[in-house]
């Protein structure tokens, strides 16, 4: 009886947000690569351009908006943002309209209708008359910020990232972001860097805490130093994580489960694995997690699926400013947080001793 | 050619901490031009292409004690590095501050501390050619400490008659001129609208809207204040324009007579914001005659009134990029 046919003329999707820097937060965190958006030129061909900004799908739903960014078929991160997230969400499609959109020049112009300090609301609707995405503030008579945003016809997906669980038992453990620091049995690095044909030996035996920054974060970073690919091994007795690279030097950081349970709050593994990625790839996802994500503290999630799948998940909250006690009190809205997988695919490597 | 004089706290106060900070923004290298009445420091006036600023100061409210004298018409001009002056204001404000706190307590003698201002030439280190400086001079209790600002050689004087040509110019008037509302927020603003393209779109209408807009064929973003206080030529919307969009709002403005369009680079636009670092009472844009520029007046009030205080002047006039439409 009802079908959208009888307003031919109604777009696909109107909605409206009211924490448009929670948005930002939640799209920066997967904007790994800053040169993927240059500045534009006006004198550049629009064919030069659109290569350019060949990053992000957006797909629309009556469930809510995923944005999926990919990288060379190794890695893929998809930010979900449910219905819920709206203070208002009219969905009129049918099927799941898709629509490509550069992603950083769709984070700038996020940013700019968020202004410190003040709540603002923003209405999305695609398409346009021309199939555009259009922005507007709609919270002040007189004074009005709107944008248009081009959309192109999506790339296809180049792989299905189709994370399935490793086994029965999941083998996954939550990083903490921050944490009370205790200088002995925190996390401990193993450092061996070849000299010549000495070879040192250092034992470091704590990261300088840094209050702003994440552990998990923080690890990751320091792994840039040995080299192109990093091991995470998991196991059981003793319940640990393990972060290896090998390069011109050797990095090994532990995480040790029962030593401090306010770094690994979770952890699950029953049989030893390990798995070798990417330095890129495992760096992209944490390098641009916004602070307000590590100041909410909810933790970090890593799962290893079938054929060694990394899935990383963060949360961004998307609580209005304004109600800064909301997170004080301990008391979380589960429908205001955005999340945020990213799915890392392993390097092919014979040697992994994963048994058979 | 001599020039002495000695700044005063407020001068100190005003360079210091206001008009040096919000200068050094346009461009490190600006012309400082003195004549009997004002010192006016002038960026990019004798050559074309950047953002032009002017800000004047009647001599009263710099210094005291105030001598020029210079074969043409007691005027000098010179370039100067405006990091060097602020940095050399800077460290000698340290030490006069420091003695004058250790003197204030004293049994009410007159100060004889005060920062001298002139013009000298000398002959730097390991050179033969005497070389001229802008030097500050403050004694202390027990020391004087004196710091040279190397400027340029002052102007000729078909320079500084060229340069007083484009002074007398740049003094002309928009027709209308609506107030920025918040020069804070407009310049956060403006400053992540920058991320998306290089050319800005800036419509001032008779109604008192100020609609900026940057357009490239990726997007295009903008935003609209309307009904902001006005001054000069005024008219009312027609009552059928308060439900478009802005866009075509602005459209049908210009079609009407009663707005200009120009187009700008953001990146001038963006600097003619920092201005806002001299913290004036107000701040006005407008679109000159026939859109030759888009000009930015800044006004200040004489402290505690809603009086304009003339003695002192700041404006920047952007240079326009497209004649647009007007």
């Known amino acids: ?356 | 050619m001599k020039f002495k004089a000695f700044l005063t706290d407020n001068g100190v106060n005003l360079l210091e901490k206001r008009f040096l900070p919000a200068l050094e923004k346009m461009g490190k290298i600006c012309h400082l031009y003195l004549t009997r009445e004002h010192a006016i420091f002038l960026h990019n006036l004798l050559n074309g292409d950047g953002i032009q600023s002017i800000a004047q100061f009647r001599k009263e409210a710099l210094f005291d004690d105030y001598r020029i004298s210079s074969q043409n018409d007691d005027r000098i001009a010179f370039a100067i590095d405006l990091s060097l002056l602020q940095r050399a204001l800077r460290s000698i404000i340290a030490v006069y501050t420091e003695f004058s706190a250790s003197h204030s307590g004293g049994a009410g003698g007159q100060p004889s501390n005060r920062l001298q201002i002139k013009l000298v030439k000398k002959l730097p280190p390991h050179s033969q050619q005497p070389m001229p400086f802008l030097t500050f001079e403050s004694k202390g209790y027990k020391s004087a400490v004196i710091q040279d600002v190397p400027i340029s050689k002052p102007l000729s004087r078909s320079d500084v008659l060229e340069l007083q040509a484009a002074l007398d110019m740049a003094q002309d008037m928009p027709r209308t001129l609506v107030q920025v509302p918040d020069m804070n927020q407009l310049q956060n603003f403006v400053d992540r609208m920058k991320h998306v393209g290089d050319l800005i779109n800036v419509s001032i209408s008779k109604y008192g809207d100020l609609h900026l807009q940057i357009s490239t064929t990726l997007i295009t973003l903008g935003a609209e204040f309307r009904k902001l206080v006005r001054i000069g030529e005024q008219a009312d919307m027609p009552t059928g324009d308060q439900n478009l969009s802005a866009q075509s709002r602005t459209d049908r403005a210009i079609q009407r007579g009663d707005a200009m369009t120009v187009q700008v680079s953001v990146k001038h636009f963006f600097k003619s914001l920092q201005c806002h670092l001299v913290k004036p009472d107000c701040a006005f844009y407008g679109i000159a005659v026939e859109g030759v520029c888009l000009t930015v007046i800044f006004q200040f009030f004489i402290p505690g009134t809603r009086q304009t205080d003339k003695s002192i002047s700041l404006h920047c006039r952007l240079p326009v990029l497209d004649p647009g439409s007007s």
């Open chain 1, 1 to 356: 009886m009802s079908s959208s046919a009888v307003e031919p003329d109604s777009p696909d999707l109107v909605c409206q947000l009211d924490s448009v820097q929670g948005m930002v937060d939640a799209l920066t965190s997967v904007r790994w690569k800053r040169h993927q958006c240059p500045k534009i030129f006006d004198d550049t061909p629009l064919e030069v351009k659109l290569r350019f900004y060949k990053d992000a799908v957006v797909e629309l739903s009556e469930h809510g908006i995923v944005l999926i960014v990919e990288d060379t078929g190794c890695l893929q991160a998809k930010v979900y943002l449910q219905r819920e997230l709206f203070v208002s969400y009219e969905y009129n499609a049918q099927g799941r309209p898709r629509f490509g959109v550069s992603l950083g020049l769709f984070v700038d112009c996020l940013n700019t209708f968020s202004v410190p300090g003040r709540s603002s609301t923003i209405e999305f609707q695609y398409p346009g008359p021309d199939m555009q995405l259009l922005l507007k503030s709609v919270d002040s008579l007189d004074a009005c910020i709107y944008a248009e945003i081009r959309t192109r016809i999506p790339d296809t997906i180049s792989w299905d990232y189709n994370f399935e669980p490793a086994g029965s038992t999941p083998l996954s453990f939550t990083v903490k972001h921050l944490h009370k620091v205790d200088p002995f049995d925190q996390v401990s690095y193993k450092k061996k860097e070849k000299k010549k044909s000495l070879i040192v030996d250092v034992l470091r035996l704590n990261i300088a805490p840094c209050p702003k920054s994440s552990a998990l974060k923080e690890a990751i970073d320091d792994l840039e130093w040995p080299g192109s690919s990093i091991q995470i091994i998991l196991q059981p007795v003793p319940p640990s994580v393990t972060f290896r690279g090998e390069g011109h030097g050797d990095l090994q950081i532990d995480f040790m489960y029962y030593v401090n349970t306010d770094l690994l709050i979770a952890f699950n593994c029953d049989r030893r694995v390990a798995y070798r990625y990417k330095y890129k790839f495992l760096r992209a996802t944490t390098s641009n997690i916004p602070s307000s994500v590590i100041k909410d503290n909810r933790g970090s999630k890593l799962t290893i699926g079938l054929g060694g799948m990394l899935k990383v998940q963060h949360l961004v909250s998307l609580a209005r400013p304004s109600h800064p006690h909301i997170d004080s009190a301990g008391y979380q809205q589960p429908s205001r947080i955005a999340y945020i997988e990213f799915f890392v695919k392993p390097e092919v490597d014979e040697d992994t001793g994963n048994g058979s």
